[in-house]
Every structure is written in C-alpha cells, then in structure tokens.
C-alpha cells in the first residue's frame, strides 16, 4: 500500500548544477537509484517531467510532519477506545518509561563531571513519537510511549548510524516496555534499505511510503541485487508498506 501523503511528496527536482530533473528521492550520483526512482514516480502516476510547484523545501522535515499528521487522524479512528498522544520532536522523558532521565538532566545540570562522562545521548527527541494514556492513569500522569518513528527521506550511511544510536539509546535507558521502534522513508533502493533491516534488531520495522510503487518499480527495471534485497527483506518481515504500520500501532 502506497501512504495517502506520498503523491504530495515524491516528485521531480531540477539539479542546480545541470538543470535537469530527477526523482527528488533518488541518489542523483547513482543511475540505478534515478531509474527505480522513476519507476516508482511512473506506478505513483506522477506526472513525468514536471516539478510541482509547491513541493516542499526539506523533504526530511515534510516526511515527519506528513507521517504526524497521519497518525493524529488515523489511529484516533482505528481504536477509538485509547487515548492518542501523537506529537514531533518530543523528548522521549515526557513518557512513563523514560521520566527518570529528567533527574538525569537536573543532576547533569548541576555536576561538570557528570556532563563530561555522560554526554547528551540521554536527550532523545524521536521524529514522531506515538504515546497511550493507560486507562487507570491518574490525572498528570505520562502517557506510555507506545512507538517512536524515525523518519528518513532517504537511506545513506551516516543516516543508518544515526537511526540505530538513537533506537540502542531508547532500548538501553527505558524503565519498563520497550516501545516500537520504526523507520519510515521513501528511499528507493532495496539495498539501502537493508542495510538498516540487516542490523541486530535496533528497529523493528521499516516503512516505504510507496511500497506497492516501489514493488512494482523493482520488478520491472532492478537489477538481480535489488529484487534479492527486496524479497529478502520483505520474507524477514523487517520491511512492509506504509499502509501496515497504522495496524500495527493500532492492534499492540
């Protein structure tokens, strides 16, 4: 399933240097990234060629805000029986499992030597975090984070380090459940998309807002590494379309 955000994201751009227009997804240095690009742009029924005019300046900053949005009206009609707090750039010590690192940051407040050993990894603000008021929460309680999505235009390797540093520090300093720790992008090579998938369970899924698009683009234009890529990720159960993610939150 393609996100219902997608078409108003994913189209053309024109490059400063050349003047030319490619997908605003692709790697404009890779030729296999601009060909699936296209495809997918091509199954989208995007109009080829033509760079809409009110397409957004940072697409990274876009995609959080689209798949906030999203998630504030769908999953309020999904299960209407919880209580949603969906917020950008939250830090992750307004939730029940991670309150105690506001100790953490009076006392490194207040302490040089513990700011020096300690650093600021402690200070997590997810792209978009998915909280749930418990039912039997007393008022001014924090709601339970429930998810945190890190959302990713695209794949490249210094992004990849940063997703799984800030998921390893969510997994290390919790007190009590884990939360979901999902990655949304529209990168459009298999590949690349492994190479967060491949990890040692950091995220648990990953989300392409034009699955079906890129499904589609892959078996008609891939090459042998790419179909692989794709068919082993999607078999592993780490990568799945956008359209999943909102049962996914939903049902847990």
């Given amino acids: 399933m393609n996100a219902p955000f997608a078409i108003n994201l994913l189209g053309w751009k024109k490059l400063k240097k050349t003047g030319k227009l490619v997908p605003n997804n692709a790697d404009s240095g890779s030729d296999t990234s601009k060909l699936l690009a296209k495809h997918t742009l091509?199954?989208?029924?995007?109009?080829?060629?033509?760079v809409l005019p009110d397409a957004p300046a940072n697409l990274g900053r876009a995609l959080?805000?689209?798949?906030?949005?999203?998630?504030?009206?769908?999953?309020p009609a999904a299960a209407p029986e919880r209580v949603w707090h969906v917020d950008h750039k939250v830090p992750v010590a307004d939730f029940?499992?991670?309150?105690?690192?506001?100790?953490?940051?009076?006392?490194?407040?207040?302490?040089t030597t513990l700011?020096?050993?300690?650093?600021?990894?402690?200070?997590i603000k997810p792209d978009v975090t998915v909280g749930i008021m418990r039912p039997t929460a007393e008022t001014g309680t924090r709601p339970h984070?429930?998810?945190?999505?890190?959302?990713?235009?695209?794949?490249?390797?210094?992004?990849v380090q940063n997703v799984r540093h800030e998921f390893l520090q969510m997994i290390r300093y919790?007190?009590?459940r884990l939360p979901h720790l999902m990655v949304?992008?529209?990168?459009?090579?298999?590949s690349r998309l492994a190479s967060i998938a491949r990890?040692?369970?950091?995220a648990d899924a990953i989300y392409h807002v034009a699955f079906d698009a890129l499904k589609t683009a892959v078996a008609e234009v891939g090459n042998a590494k790419q179909r692989d890529d794709l068919s082993e990720i999607i078999e592993q159960g780490h990568r799945l379309p956008h359209g999943v993610l909102l049962p996914a939150l939903s049902s847990r």
């Fill in 184 to 190: 949304v992008t529209a990168e459009p090579m298999p």
């Fill in 145 to 159: 984070l429930h998810a945190a999505v890190s959302c990713k235009w695209t794949i490249r390797s210094d992004r």
């Fill in 64 to 75: 959080e805000h689209a798949v906030c949005d999203h998630l504030k009206t769908a999953l």
């Fill in 115 to 123: 700011r020096v050993d300690l650093g600021r990894d402690y200070l």
């Fill in 42 to 50: 091509e199954a989208l029924g995007v109009a080829p060629d033509v």
């Fill in 96 to 111: 029940a499992q991670y309150e105690h690192l506001d100790r953490v940051a009076k006392a490194m407040r207040e302490n």
């Fill in 199 to 202: 990890g040692t369970g950091e």
């Fill in 174 to 176: 919790r007190r009590g």
